[in-house]
C-alpha cells in the first residue's frame, strides 16, 4: 500500500441527514436514515481501501446552512465510508476536518488520506 495514498471525490445532490433525524430519540434508523445510507450506498464510488489510520476531510455545501450543526452530519457518513468499504473501521479515523458552506443545491466532498 502506498504511504501517501489519498483519494478524494464529490457526491453531488444528496442532502445529508443529521444523527438527530436518522434516530429521533429511538434506537432504529428511521426510514429517512434508511433512504439516506442506500443514496450513500449508490453514490460513494468504489475504491480500493485505505487500511490502518486515516485523515478524513468533509465538506458540506448545504442549502440549510443556518440550520445545519455541522457535527450532526458525519457519523452516518462515517458509517458508510466503512460500509462501502473505503476505510477500514471509523475507529481509525485519527483526524476529522469538517466544513460546511452555504450553497443553492446539496453536495458533499470527501478527502480520505493515510494518517
Known sequence: MNVNM???FTLEGIKPISINAAYQGRRFKTPNCLSYEQELA???PKMPM???DVIVSIHFYLVNYATTDVSNLVKILEDMLVKRGLI????KV???HLK???AKKHK???SI???
Open 50 to 52: 485505505i487500511e490502518g
Open 94 to 96: 485519527v483526524e476529522l
Open 88 to 91: 477500514e473501521d471509523d475507529r
Open 108 to 110: 458533499i466532498k470527501i
Open 100 to 102: 460546511k458552506t452555504k
Open 6 to 8: 489519498r483519494v478524494a
Open 42 to 44: 449508490y453514490a460513494l
Open 113 to 115: 488520506s493515510k494518517a
